[in-house]
């Protein structure tokens, strides 16, 4: 399903061949469950070889940042590890720093040159964020990046949950 050049689609992100996958990772970048171990299991250990020499170079990834690896044996050469918050309810600036997950994958994604990219529901799995609340602020965010990224020429939301799956439809339809 698009809508411009935003495309929707329910599934298991690690098997997208697109330029750069999005992880749903957190600050220690040394994996977790989710989507961050799908990733890292799917993509073998060149990933966490990876991260493991960010987290030396710059001790981690703070919320709303993004940092980019190899992709291993992923179809996706890259990966993109995002960070976004943890839902406290809502008055800890949660939007904003979700928002900020999305818009610095989609830059640096443009700053290395790559044509596509997908993401995860960031934050809306371990991370509680309501999934209502995050669709709106994902798709916000990468139309607003996106119009500063005109090389990025496509941006699929990869959907694992019905709900999740439903939403986007419904907001990209
Ligand atoms: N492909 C696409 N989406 C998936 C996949 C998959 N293979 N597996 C899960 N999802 P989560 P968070 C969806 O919990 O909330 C980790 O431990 C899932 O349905 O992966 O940002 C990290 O290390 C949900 O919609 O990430 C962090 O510590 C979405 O991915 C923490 O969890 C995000 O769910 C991050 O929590």
């Not at 990933?47 to 020499?53: G, K, L, N, Q, S």
């Not at 529901?121 to 996106?146: H, K, L």
């Amino acid at each position: 399903m698009t809508g411009e050049h935003l495309q929707v689609v329910h599934g298991d992100i690690t098997r997208l061949a697109v330029d750069a996958i999005v992880n749903a990772a957190n600050s220690g970048l040394l994996g977790g469950g989710g989507v961050d171990g799908a990733i890292h299991g799917a993509g073998g250990p060149a990933i966490m070889t990876a991260c493991r020499a960010i987290r030396d170079a710059q001790g981690g990834c703070p919320t709303g940042e993004a940092v980019i690896t190899t992709g291993g044996l992923l179809p996706a050469p890259y990966v993109i590890h995002a960070v976004g918050p943890v839902w406290r309810g809502g008055g800890e600036d949660e939007d904003a720093l979700l928002a900020n997950a999305y818009r610095n994958s989609i830059r640096l994604a443009a700053e290395h040159k790559l044509r596509t990219v997908a993401f995860p529901n960031i934050s809306t799995g371990i991370y509680g964020f309501p999934r209502e609340r995050a669709v709106d602020i994902a798709i916000g965010a990468v139309r607003e990046a996106m119009a500063k990224a005109p090389s990025i020429e496509q941006v699929t939301f990869v959907c694992f949950d019905d709900e999740n799956y439903r939403l986007y439809r419904q907001r990209l339809s």
